[in-house]
């Protein structure tokens, strides 16, 4: 009788833990799925944006190799010609290398477009992106996923680079701009530029290098912000967004680099999570910058600035050392 009784009782005591197992690998799991990053795996669509960078990345390469235009191997190994030098006469903060080597891989394209879906971003819709010359290659991969997408991107871009970017003077972000352009990689025109940097009016460029960019801008014809005053400076640029939007409508914002235009003034901004935001938390009017603007329309934001963060949360290498890109052109780095 005692025996039965104890073998019950152990039985019991093991159809528990046996629960209390299965609960505890359930919610495990789920912890698993929800906020442990995955890597990404590449739709055909992702696929599609990576091969325009890669094409993008041979052009541009090719270029300076052909215009005896400066590529210093040790910083950009794969002569994509979009690792520039640390300090030039357009330079305006210290920058970080292997972050800047990290955005030329054309997986950087493919997952701009997952984060454009996950925003909610249809074939067909407008967005907008705001991009700094400290990330060349970003501006090339939201435009690549942009077109992969079939979206219409609404594009206004500075000049000025931290260490590494576009700072090469004879070959600037609205040269390398033009360049694509030209070879029939993208069909758009940018709605506007202006000089970026400090105030983004260039402050810190070496002297002479405002006017020779400003006369480049010029020529080109593009429309030039040129607007000291700050809070000025992002409602022109908001402004130039709507006009170009179908009835205003912005699906999403997409941010590369550090451009003060973009972020703004305010330390609000370090609250911004590499990728895809929504919902964020708004400084004053007088500090936000167009970044800001558009999360208080309820305008997804995908913010590409932590690279090192970014990359490591999808699972992409960091300053990943690929090669062959000059030996075969079919030899992509997508997953």
């Given at each position: 009788?005692?025996?039965?009784?104890?073998?019950?009782?152990?039985?019991?005591?093991?159809?528990?833990?046996?629960?209390?197992?299965?609960?505890?690998?359930?919610?495990?799991?789920?912890?698993?799925?929800?906020?442990?990053?995955?890597?990404?795996?590449?739709?055909?669509?992702?696929?599609?944006?990576?091969?325009?960078?890669?094409?993008?990345?041979?052009?541009?390469?090719?270029?300076?190799?052909?215009?005896?235009?400066?590529?210093?191997?040790?910083?950009?190994?794969?002569?994509?010609?979009?690792?520039?030098?640390?300090?030039?006469?357009?330079?305006?903060?210290?920058?970080?290398?292997?972050?800047?080597?990290?955005?030329?891989?054309?997986?950087?394209?493919?997952?701009?477009?997952?984060?454009?879906?996950?925003?909610?971003?249809?074939?067909?819709?407008?967005?907008?992106?705001?991009?700094?010359?400290?990330?060349?290659?970003?501006?090339?991969?939201?435009?690549?996923?942009?077109?992969?997408?079939?979206?219409?991107?609404?594009?206004?871009?500075?000049?000025?680079?931290?260490?590494?970017?576009?700072?090469?003077?004879?070959?600037?972000?609205?040269?390398?701009?033009?360049?694509?352009?030209?070879?029939?990689?993208?069909?758009?025109?940018?709605?506007?530029?202006?000089?970026?940097?400090?105030?983004?009016?260039?402050?810190?460029?070496?002297?002479?290098?405002?006017?020779?960019?400003?006369?480049?801008?010029?020529?080109?014809?593009?429309?030039?912000?040129?607007?000291a005053d700050f809070r000025k400076n992002?409602?022109?640029?908001?402004?130039?967004?709507?006009?170009?939007?179908?009835?205003?409508?912005?699906?999403?914002?997409?941010?590369t680099g550090g451009g003060e235009a973009?972020?703004?003034?305010?330390?609000?901004?370090?609250?911004?999570?590499?990728?895809?935001?929504?919902?964020?938390?708004?400084?004053?009017?007088?500090?936000?910058?167009?970044?800001?603007?558009m999360a208080d329309r309820g305008v997804?934001?995908?913010?590409?600035?932590?690279?090192?963060?970014?990359?490591?949360?999808?699972?992409?290498?960091?300053?990943?050392?690929?090669?062959?890109?000059?030996?075969?052109?079919?030899?992509?780095?997508?997953?």
């Amino acid at each position: 009788m005692f025996g039965n009784i104890f073998f019950r009782n152990q039985y019991r005591k093991r159809k528990i833990i046996i629960y209390i197992a299965g609960v505890v690998s359930l919610i495990v799991y789920l912890l698993w799925f929800f906020f442990v990053p995955h890597r990404l795996v590449f739709s055909e669509k992702m696929k599609k944006a990576a091969r325009v960078m890669q094409q993008a990345l041979l052009i541009t390469g090719e270029y300076c190799g052909q215009s005896a235009i400066e590529i210093n191997p040790a910083l950009d190994p794969n002569r994509t010609g979009l690792i520039g030098p640390a300090y030039s006469a357009i330079t305006t903060t210290k920058g970080n290398l292997e972050a800047k080597r990290t955005t030329a891989n054309p997986d950087m394209a493919g997952l701009i477009l997952c984060l454009l879906e996950k925003a909610g971003v249809k074939k067909g819709d407008t967005i907008a992106i705001g991009s700094s010359a400290s990330f060349p290659a970003l501006m090339i991969a939201s435009l690549s996923a942009a077109k992969a997408l079939g979206v219409k991107p609404v594009l206004i871009f500075s000049l000025g680079a931290s260490s590494y970017g576009a700072t090469n003077p004879e070959f600037n972000l609205l040269d390398i701009f033009l360049l694509l352009q030209q070879k029939g990689i993208f069909s758009l025109e940018p709605v506007a530029v202006s000089l970026g940097g400090a105030g983004d009016m260039g402050e810190e460029f070496k002297p002479g290098m405002k006017g020779q960019l400003i006369a480049q801008i010029r020529k080109s014809g593009i429309p030039f912000i040129h607007e000291a005053d700050f809070r000025k400076n992002v409602l022109t640029r908001m402004a130039i967004y709507r006009k170009n939007a179908p009835k205003g409508k912005i699906s999403a914002f997409i941010n590369t680099g550090g451009g003060e235009a973009n972020l703004g003034l305010s330390n609000f901004v370090l609250r911004v999570k590499p990728g895809l935001n929504r919902g964020l938390p708004l400084p004053p009017e007088k500090k936000r910058g167009v970044l800001f603007e558009m999360a208080d329309r309820g305008v997804p934001i995908i913010h590409l600035l932590f690279i090192k963060g970014l990359v490591q949360k999808y699972h992409l290498p960091f300053d990943p050392a690929y090669q062959g890109r000059r030996n075969s052109q079919k030899k992509l780095l997508i997953n």
